[in-house]
């Protein structure tokens, strides 16, 4: 089996986007009449299904993708805790009903209802009816709710801990996972995005968070950001502040994904990171759409970089599916109920 740990509903019916611009348009305009969720069929969802997501799990030849609402779509900086919680549970439902409709191909992990200032304690709620209730197997947690103005606390900071303890109670993992940027000097794909992954290891490193929750998991997309490539840098800054190395102080509860457009950089995350910690990833339908000239492929076929290494048969099934399996309890569990 090949499991997508990061997936998108970048495709949702369009009655869905026209609930959140009226959302929008009341903090505007305070009479504007109340913002309802968008009346959305079957059909609708079978349909931005069908010619996108499942249509090239056919084509690139994967089984089933971790989904989860439009990353840039999540917004937390706008609005207020209200306004992010209804959305955020209109998104995560959404994204329940593609999996009832899809079962064979797609597992929810939620948005979380996440804004600047408010305690994330109040997020856990949401989780909980997530996973209890809509059986999903994971969540995406944004490190900088203030879209690009990083107000939070570094993810090591107590501030973060009730969650965590809903994270552990639940075995569920967390995904690291900004939104849009509202700072112009970040690009929300191009550099938000890896900026937050390789800031979150960083914050790892100089935290002691897995000594006081050492069952707890993230995983860091886009390849683990900038660390791969600056692995050194990492190692030896663990070394500077007296952590112990990265491999007992960070890599037995962090993994990364192969969101990774070209050949050249899997053959580096492959050589620098632990097979037992890469998750295979694509993102579709995601950040980079379109075909790379050079190879005549979509940037975004990552399973073609995986087919392409020179490693072991059963390193690459570690990727494809034993890893995913091991970090997503729930998924592992789900799948073992249906024989999978």
């Known amino acids: 089996m ?30 504007a009449p109340p913002a ?68 064979e191909n797609f597992v929810g992990v939620c948005q979380l209802p996440q804004s600047p200032g408010v305690p994330i304690a109040h997020s856990a709620a949401e989780l909980e009816r997530c996973v209890r209730e809509l059986g999903f197997v994971g969540c995406n947690l944004n490190p900088d709710p203030s879209g690009g103005h990083w107000t939070s606390p570094p993810l090591t900071d107590r501030h973060w801990y009730p969650f965590y303890e809903k994270m552990v109670e639940l075995d569920v993992p967390a995904m690291v996972h900004v939104s849009a940027s509202c700072n112009p000097n970040f690009h929300a794909t191009g550099a938000h995005y890896i900026n ?5 290891f960083m914050q790892f490193i100089e935290g002691d968070l897995f000594r006081d929750f050492p069952t ?14 600056h692995w050194g840098r990492y190692r030896g800054l663990a070394d500077m502040l007296k952590r112990p190395p990265l491999e007992e102080h960070v890599m037995k509860n962090v993994f990364f994904d192969t969101c990774v457009y070209h050949q050249a950089g899997i053959d580096l995350l492959v050589r620098v990171i632990d ?10 339908v995601g950040a980079v759409r379109g075909i790379d000239p050079r190879t005549g492929h979509y940037f975004d076929d990552t399973r073609r970089y995986i087919d392409a290494l020179g490693i072991p048969a059963g ?17 592992e569990a789900r799948l073992g109920a249906r024989g999978r």
């Open 196 to 200: 937050a992954d390789t800031t979150a």
């Open 2 to 31: 090949i499991i997508d740990c990061h997936g998108h509903y970048t495709t949702a019916p369009a009655a869905h986007q026209k609930f959140r611009d009226a959302q929008l348009a009341g903090l505007r305009d305070p009479s």
């Open 315 to 331: 390193d690459k099934q570690r990727i494809f599916e034993h890893n995913a399996r091991r970090v997503f309890p729930r998924l």
């Open 216 to 229: 707890l998991r993230f995983v860091i997309p886009h390849g683990g950001g900038a660390v791969p490539y």
């Open 36 to 103: 309802k969720a968008g009346v959305i069929s079957d059909d609708e969802i079978r349909e931005t299904i069908e010619k996108n997501q499942l249509r090239l799990q056919k084509e690139r030849g994967s089984d089933l993708t971790l989904f989860s609402p439009r990353a840039s779509a999540m917004g937390h900086h706008l609005g207020n805790e209200a306004i992010s919680l209804a959305w955020t549970r209109a998104n995560n439902d959404l994204i329940c009903r593609v999996v009832e409709l899809f079962p």
């Open 275 to 284: 097979i037992g910690n890469i998750l295979f990833g694509s993102e579709m």
